[in-house]
């Protein structure tokens, strides 16, 4: 199965400092896949993992469909998806705001998230813009919301850097 | 208002032990992760707690005091091995 | 911590079992400090850590035959250790109370809670004032023996029960299972205990830092 994995710079992971080889099979350690696997995002997932790098990722074994990611006992980087870099970061970010100023810009109770996404965007933090869109879409309408929010972002992704195609 | 999907910073910071100690949930440990991507707070709290283990490690015990150490001397002469 | 012994603790205990005085002195400089440092958590003052250190010693010496190496020596030293602590402390009067964790309530000394956004804000229970890295500080500051004075001052502060469980877990660097074992806790306790003394030491060196 293809997946997809955001990485620090250098094709390091974010929370286990794991400096990933490339083309190279990588097994996860431990008997419990759930807890020691190769972690991996489906387009949905995302916008929840944002990192410097964004990778293609081949799986191997007993795939397990998390909320937010999948896990595998074995997983291949495939190829770089060139096509992330900072500026389309910002892109995204500018993309979030915008729509959440469409729908709530006006709005009271709401605007000020508006603001919290421009403030956060001038600091260049991306993922805290996006996770205050997604919130202030769950204030509006609770959590599924929140979801159709994410969902929104992840779109967004998919058809900016041609992801999903064959 | 506290929302559902909430996993907020004041939950956050306690429960940076039992991640680092691998002990939470899987979901958990995923609510904590999704966190601390957009989080720089919790994020830097969690650095912080993992400096402080290793400055703590570092903290060297006096040596025991001469009178001791011959009183162990002494307990070892009187010890026979079997 | 290994979950047996090493090549070199292997050899101390053949040689303690031969009767060679210079393994026990080795074992003594090794893990003596430790051990006094572990004992007098437990107990009222610093001569009867020592003679708890002292009788632990002998313990060592009178058990040495029956150590199996289903755990590594220190860890093994250790448990008599606090088992001839624990058992002093008690004739003392002190029980430390590792399980009562019932009833500690609202410890001070964590986060204060007016470091986090209040329920009428857009984001409540997140950060209002978030903590600065101390990258961001000048470099000698974290490696300054300064801060090891704070982090053992702090140690000082703490309720025994927490004293040791930090000391025995990031001093000496027994992992869980070890610790658990020796204090005959639950992973839960030790946790709670772990993770109530941490959260102190790090707000005493966030203190210090600024």
């Not at chain 1, 759930?34 to 990722?57: K, M, T, V, Y």
């Not at chain 2, 490690?57 to 040596?63: A, F, H, I, T, V």
């Not at chain 2, 002494?74 to 091995?81: K, V």
């Not at chain 3, 708890?52 to 058990?63: D, H, I, R, S, T």
Request: aromatic share 8%.
């Amino acid at each position: 199965m293809t997946a997809y994995k955001f990485l620090e710079a250098g094709a390091v992971s974010p929370f286990a400092g794991f400096r990933w080889p490339l083309d190279e099979w990588v097994d996860a350690a431990g008997a419990d896949p759930c807890r020691r696997g190769i972690h991996a995002c489906r387009i949905r997932d995302l916008p929840f993992w944002l990192n410097d790098e964004l990778w293609e990722i081949e799986l191997d074994g007993d795939i397990v469909e998390q909320e937010r990611k999948v896990v595998a006992p074995r997983g291949r980087l495939v190829r770089r998806v060139d096509g992330w870099n900072r500026d389309v970061l910002h892109e995204f970010g500018s993309s979030v705001l915008a729509r959440t100023r469409t729908r709530f810009g006006a709005v009271a109770g709401l605007a000020g998230y508006v603001g919290d996404i421009q403030l956060h965007l001038a600091s260049g933090r991306v993922p805290l813009a996006a996770f205050a869109a997604a919130r202030a879409a769950e204030v509006n309408g609770g959590p599924a919301e929140y979801e159709r929010e994410r969902s929104r972002q992840a779109a967004w992704l998919a058809a900016r850097l041609g992801l999903g195609a064959a | 208002m506290r929302l559902d999907r909430e996993l907020p910073c004041i939950e956050v910071v306690e429960l940076v032990t039992a991640y680092l100690e691998d002990a939470l949930s899987v979901a958990d440990r995923q609510r904590v992760e999704e966190h601390f991507v957009f989080c720089d707070g919790c994020t830097t709290y969690l650095e912080q707690i993992r400096q402080t283990i290793v400055l703590t490690g570092r903290m060297e015990p006096e040596d025991i005091p001469p009178a001791l150490q011959e009183k162990l001397l002494a307990a070892f002469h009187d010890w026979t091995p079997a | 911590m290994e979950a047996a012994p090493s090549a070199e603790e292997r050899r101390l205990v053949d040689a303690l079992r031969a009767g060679d005085e210079s393994a026990f002195t080795q074992l003594v400089q090794e893990y003596g400090p430790s051990m006094l440092r572990v004992a007098r958590m437990f107990v009222s003052s610093r001569a009867v850590a020592e003679e708890v250190v002292q009788e632990a010693w002998v313990g060592v010496l009178n058990g040495i035959d029956r150590f199996e190496g289903r755990s590594s020596l220190k860890t093994w030293i250790f448990r008599i250790l606090t088992n001839t602590a624990k058992t002093r402390a008690i004739r003392e009067g002190r029980s430390i109370p590792f399980s009562a964790l019932a009833g500690e309530g609202e410890e001070p000394g964590g986060v204060d809670a007016d470091r986090f956004l209040g329920d009428d804000s857009r984001f409540p229970g997140h950060w209002a004032a978030p903590p600065q890295r101390w990258e961001a500080l000048p470099e000698r500051r974290l490696l300054a023996a300064e801060t090891l004075d704070v982090i053992e001052r702090e140690i000082a502060k703490l309720p025994p029960n927490q004293a040791i469980v930090v000391t025995m877990r990031d001093v000496e660097g027994f992992d869980a299972e070890d610790v658990r074992n020796a204090l005959d806790i639950s992973e839960t306790n030790q946790r709670v205990l772990l993770h109530r003394a941490r959260t102190k030491l790090r707000r005493a060196l966030e203190e210090y830092m600024q």
